[in-house]
C-alpha cells in the first residue's frame, strides 16, 4: 500500500537548512525537521490567509487558545489554564529567556518564589541538544552537569519475534542529580521527551526529579517540544502535570513545530501557571522578544483543530522507519549500537565498536567519516556536549526510500574500513 510520507519531495535549491548544506550527492539526515508535506487542514488555512492578502498588525487570533488548551487536555491529559499561556517565537528563545529572568536567587526570590540562598546557574543533562550547551554562557551563570548515563537494554520489537533486540538506553543519574542539585543551581533545564536520545521519561522518573527540585527549590524549565512524538508503548507526560506544587514552579516550553514540521513559521508557547513568574518572565521579554507572526497562529491553531489525524498516520510511519532502522543497525551495522527512540524521529548511534577497529578513518570527527565515505549528512555527536564522542545523530523522519539510500551507503562505507582493518592485521 502506498502512504504519502513515502513520496520524496525535491527540496534542494528551496533555502532548506537541511537540503542546502552539503553537495548536491549527499543524502542529509541531520537538522531535526521532516522531508514530509505538513498536515492539509495547515496549507489550507495559511492558503485561506494569504487569499485575504491583506497583512497588516495582527491580535492574538481568536480560538488560537482555546485550540492549545484542547490539545493540551486530549493528547496530554493536562488541564491548563488559558491565562497560564504565553505566546512565544521558539522555543529556544524561551529557555534562554527563563535562564535570564531565572538564572539567579535574588530574581527568583524577587517573585516570591521560595528558593535557595545563594542559588545561581543552570543544570543540564547532555548529551543534549546543543543550544542547551550555550544557556548559562548566555546568560552569564555557571552552567552544570548531569550527564545522562548508558545502560543496555534488550527490546522485542513485534509479538512472536523470536530475538531480542539489544539497544542502548540513557538514563538519569539521580544520585549525581541530588549532588548537582546541592550545588545549588537555581534552574533545572529538562529536556523530555529527550534530544538525542529519545527517552521519554517515566512518571517514576519524573517523580523523582520532580521532588527533588521541590526540595532544594529549584525553578524547572522544560523543554517539551516533542512531546506529541511518542511511539507506542510510551506516554509523554508534561513534568507540570504530576502535582500542583511542581506546576507552580514550572516553566514548560511547547510548539506545534515539530509535531507538525512548521519549525520555520516560528510558534510556540510556554505554561506558566504561577502569576509571579509569569509576571517576571514577561518582563524579562519586554523590547526584546516580540510578538509571533500571524501565520505561526494560523497555522497552530489549524493544527492543533484538525490536525491529530495527520500526526498520527506520521507517528505509525516514523514508528514505521525507527523499526526498520533498528533491524538495518543490529543486522547490518557491526560496531554500531543504537538507541530505541521512544519518542522523537531522531537515532543516535554509537560508533566506538567501528572507531576501535579503525580509528584512523575517524580522525576528523564520527560524522566526518560518514559525509566523506558514505556521503550521508549527520549530526556530530560531540556536539551534543559530554557523552557525545564517539556517537552520531540520524534523522529518520523521510520517506522510507531515503532511509534505505543512506543506510545502504553507510554499509558499504563500514564495510570498506572493516575490510582494510582486517587485511592490515
Ligand atoms: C529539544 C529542542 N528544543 C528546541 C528546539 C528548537 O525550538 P525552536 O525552533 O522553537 O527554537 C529543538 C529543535 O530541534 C529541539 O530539539
Known sequence: ?????DHPIDRRGTDSEKWDRYDPDVLPLWVADMDFPSAEPIVQALGERIEHRVFGYTNEIRGLREAILAWLEERHRWKVKAEDIVFLPGVVVGFNLTARAFGTASIVRSVSIPTATEARGVLIQPPVYPPFLSVGKNAGIPLFENPLIRVKDRTTESEGDPQPAEHIKYEIDLDHFRTCLNQRP????????????GRVYTRAELEVIADVCLKTKTLICSDEIHADLVFSGHTHIPIASIDPDIANRTITLMAPSKTFNIPSLEFAFAVIPNPQLRKQFQEARRGLVGEVNLFGMVAAKAAYKNGAPWLDEVLQYLEGNRDYLKRYVQERLPGI?????????????????????????????????????????????????????????????????????????????????????????
Open 1 to 5: 500500500m502506498t502512504n504519502i510520507f
Open 337 to 425: 549500537g543504537m538507541n530505541n527512540p521512544e519518542g522523537t524521529y531522531l537515532a543516535w548511534l554509537n560508533c566506538e565498536g567501528l572507531i576501535e577497529k579503525s580509528p584512523e578513518a575517524f580522525q576528523s570527527g564520527t560524522a566526518a567519516f560518514f559525509l566523506e565515505h558514505a556521503r550521508v549528512g549527520l549530526n556530530e555527536g560531540t556536539t551534543f556536549g559530554t557523552g557525545g564522542e564517539g556517537c552520531v545523530r540520524l534523522n529518520f523522519a523521510c520517506p522510507r526510500s531515503t532511509l534505505q539510500e543512506a543506510l545502504i551507503r553507510m554499509e558499504d562505507a563500514v564495510k570498506r574500513i572493516t575490510l582494510r582493518a582486517s587485511t592490515a592485521c
Open 186 to 197: 537555581s534552574l533545572f533545564l529538562l529536556c523530555n521527551p529527550h534530544n538525542p536520545v
